[in-house]
């Protein structure tokens, strides 16, 4: 299994402000995945990010407001843009291995 | 119908006591099936993860998979008030760019001392 370390684990954030959240991984994988956690509900996919393209993103979000950068095989991180109150959520990066999924610790964002 | 069910909880019980939990899914690709354990504003840690049908054993917990029916359990064993948390059950399939993972919606256990 992968160790994988997000920074920040949690802030409070003002609304119409932007965040940028950092994941490292232990090793070198190929896909990195993003997803997003609403208070109560389940995990939703927001993009997976391959080292050296574009991240391809789930219907329902844009590169505008969730911008990602993958510079490198252990490196992600995930801007969440102009946020909101809505986007008040657990943040989770996550790693493919094995046929299953590996997760981070999470960052929870709490917008105000 | 949606891809993958779970009892929706909360589920409350003593310490000691036999505790189930159980997802029913609609899609016969699924191959890989995972019970996830999250503590409150945390990420989701790996309990347990099957191929194919049968039950696997891990200490106290236990994971069914009857593929037949599309339907996944995880028994815990001597529940301890450590296991207060909320789990979710995923299943892959694998798809054009590698597994696709479904999540289900998750169930609140607490573990009463």
């Known amino acids: 299994s992968a160790v994988i370390s997000q920074k920040p684990s949690r802030d409070i954030c003002q609304r119409g402000t932007s965040l940028t959240i950092q994941c490292q991984v232990d090793?070198?994988?190929?896909?990195m995945f993003w997803y997003r956690q609403q208070p109560g509900q389940s995990l939703t996919l927001i993009a997976t990010?391959?080292?050296?393209?574009?991240?391809?993103?789930e219907s329902g979000f844009v590169i505008d407001k969730f911008p990602i950068s993958r510079p490198n095989l252990t490196f992600s991180t995930l801007t969440v843009s102009n946020m909101s109150p809505e986007d008040s959520s657990i943040y989770l990066c996550?790693?493919?291995?094995?046929?299953?999924?590996?997760f981070g610790e999470g960052s929870w964002l709490t917008v105000v | 119908q949606k891809e993958v069910e779970q009892d929706p909880g909360p589920l409350s019980v003593p310490e000691g006591a036999i505790v189930s939990l159980n997802c029913t899914y609609s899609?016969?690709?699924?191959?890989?099936f995972m019970w996830y354990r999250q503590y409150s504003r945390k990420g989701p840690e790996l309990l347990m993860y099957?191929?194919?049908?049968g039950n696997k054993e891990d200490g106290r917990f236990t994971a069914q998979v009857d593929k037949s029916s599309k339907y996944i359990s995880l028994f815990i064993r001597d529940s301890q008030p450590s296991d207060s948390a909320t789990y979710l059950c995923?299943?892959?399939?694998?798809?054009?760019?590698?597994?696709?993972?479904?999540f289900g919606p998750g169930t609140r256990l607490s573990v009463l001392p």
């Open positions: 996550s790693v493919e291995g094995g046929n299953t999924i590996y």
């Open positions: 090793s070198q994988v190929t896909m």
């Open positions: 990010a391959n080292q050296g393209s574009e991240a391809t993103y």
């Open positions: 899609n016969s690709a699924f191959q890989y």
């Open positions: 099957t191929y194919s049908s």
């Open positions: 995923a299943m892959s399939s694998t798809g054009n760019y590698g597994q696709n993972f479904v």
